[in-house]
């Protein structure tokens, strides 16, 4: 069975420093991992996608096989990153589900 | 394109009443899924529709039901609505085909509040 960790519900930062929301995940196969984000009175939606290597909003996140880990890392946080971010993991069968982690809440204090 | 639309926004129920939500998805998306997201639990999956069949189900009592009509709008419904049933219920809808398939669109919710 698949299944993602995100292990801080809760993380503060001031602005201006770095910012890591970890993930776990557990899958048998080769996964394709995402990170989706919800602002304040905002749809949830995705962030990025480990497939594209992509940068977005000045965050990055690496797939890490061994360690089974895909955290979501931005060298300077900003205040407008305050927001509710959500790893999810998608399955390679037919089915395609998608499983998400619990969310972590981050707060970029001023 | 529209979004993912949702009905209604809000709503208010009673313990032992049930509940419909609707949701129509963006057009040309086949799959929906429902999910529950509550401050306590995060966000949990109920389930995903796709070509009118349940393809996925989460871990949910049969109290929580759904279906999907030929122009792939969506309904869920809630029987016997208990106080713990109070949450936002989010709607998404995906191409689920190809690179696409981890891309969810999502609603804008519709929150119940179960007194």
């Known amino acids: 069975a698949q299944r993602v960790t995100q292990p801080e519900k809760l993380l503060s930062v001031f602005k201006g420093a770095p910012v890591e929301l970890k993930c776990n995940y557990s899958y048998s196969g080769s996964p394709e991992l995402f990170w989706y984000v919800q602002y304040s009175r905002q749809r949830l939606q995705l962030l990025l996608r480990h497939i594209s290597r992509e940068s977005i909003k000045g965050f990055t996140a690496d797939l890490n096989k061994g360690e089974t880990s895909f955290h979501l890392k931005k060298p300077f946080a900003q205040e407008e990153d305050s927001a509710m971010y959500y790893c999810a993991l998608i399955s390679v069968g037919s089915a395609r589900q998608l499983t998400f982690g619990s969310g972590t809440q981050l707060t970029v204090l001023p | 394109k529209a979004g993912v639309t949702q009905t209604p926004r809000y709503l208010i129920k009673t313990r032992g009443q049930q509940v419909t939500l609707s949701c129509s998805p963006i057009s040309g998306h086949r799959s929906v899924s429902w999910y529950q997201q509550t401050p306590g639990q995060g966000l949990q999956f109920l389930f995903e529709?796709?070509?009118?069949?349940?393809?996925n189900k989460g871990n949910f009592p049969g109290r929580f039901s759904g279906r999907q009509f030929s122009n792939s709008r969506s309904e869920m419904n809630v029987s016997t609505l208990e106080l713990g049933d109070s949450a936002l219920y989010l709607c998404?809808?995906?191409?689920?085909?190809?690179?696409?398939?981890?891309?969810?669109?999502f609603g804008e919710g519709s929150r119940l509040t179960v007194l």
């Open positions: 529709y796709f070509s009118e069949t349940q393809r």
């Open positions: 998404a809808s995906r191409s689920a085909s190809g690179g696409k398939a981890g891309e969810l669109f």
